[in-house]
């Protein structure tokens, strides 16, 4: 006997839970040759408020923990998608209609992205920070702290390597982080959803919203509560507006990049989401 097919219905992932769009909407996932493959929940301005809500209330206890004990998190993530590696390959290559060659490539590469990501969590600072000469008898040093919450427009031609590429460095300092995956090819990024609820990440350093970046954008560069906005899959957009909403609240940006070389590991895109602090100390007593 045929078995009934069970579409699934996939949900967004905001404060370490699975909610589904406050609006109720979904839309439907199509593989590359338009056969069907599931529903994903269509995000809502609503949707965007409550993940900024959960990312705020997250930053405290993620920036709070060790640079050590956040680059075991990072490194946890990478051995959980290794053991899910065949499932992720599969939707890679659906998504993308790409060879299953192609897919394991890119799923590999995304693993490795983890674990160098999860390598410089406890070594950035040591680059990126310094002791300041100056006149007088104190110590002047400068630490990169983080920025607080990151808003992300994943790469929108890339299901699940763009996206990995584009979210990993905004953690590393400690900042949290709302996400909108690619609307065409959400599937790997909400099954990454899985790993990250199953793993160390604690609820609200991650919330991952599907649906249009045109819709959620102009809310996440306006939002007062939002401390950064990395527009790298926001190419197809009207990102100059974005830039001027983001400008009212003093919001650090990053600009669009196209093509397969966008989000590429980089200590910047690290750095890009931390914040400069100096120290000044007296040497001793006169």
Not at 120 to 126: I, S
Not at 143 to 155: F, H, K, L, M, S
Not at 246 to 274: C, H, Q, W, Y
């Amino acid at each position: 006997m045929t078995r009934l097919a069970v579409p699934k219905t996939y949900k967004l992932y905001i404060g370490g839970k699975f909610p589904r769009s406050e609006s109720g909407r979904v839309y439907e996932v199509a593989s590359a040759s338009g056969s069907f493959l599931a529903n994903a929940a269509q995000a809502s301005r609503k949707d965007a408020r409550d993940a900024v809500v959960a990312a705020r209330a997250a930053v405290g206890g993620w920036s709070g923990t060790t640079a050590y004990n956040r680059g075991q998190v990072l490194y946890r993530i990478a051995e959980l998608l290794e053991g899910r590696r065949a499932q992720f390959v599969s939707e890679v290559a659906d998504a993308e209609g790409v060879t299953t060659a192609a897919a394991t490539a890119q799923v590999d590469t995304a693993i490795d992205r983890w674990v160098w990501y999860a390598g410089w969590a406890d070594k950035y600072a040591q680059v990126a920070g310094n002791g300041n000469p100056v006149a007088g008898p104190y110590f002047n040093i400068s630490v990169p702290e983080p920025t607080g919450v990151v808003a992300v427009i994943a790469p929108q031609d890339s299901s699940l390597l763009g996206f990995v590429s584009a979210l990993a460095p905004a953690l590393v300092a400690g900042n949290t982080v709302v996400i909108v995956a690619s609307q065409s090819m959400p599937l790997p990024a909400i099954s990454l959803s899985e790993v990250l609820a199953t793993s160390d990440v604690p609820g609200g350093v991650v919330n991952i919203l599907t649906g249009s970046p045109a819709e959620i954008a102009p809310w996440l560069a306006s939002h007062a509560d939002v401390n950064a906005i990395d527009l790298v899959g926001a190419g197809d957009l009207d990102w100059v507006a974005l830039q001027i909403d983001a400008a009212e609240t003093l919001k650090r940006v990053l600009a669009p990049e196209n093509g397969p070389d966008a989000a590429m590991p980089a200590l910047s895109r690290i750095t890009a989401f931390t914040e400069t602090k100096t120290v000044w100390h007296t040497k001793g007593l006169l």
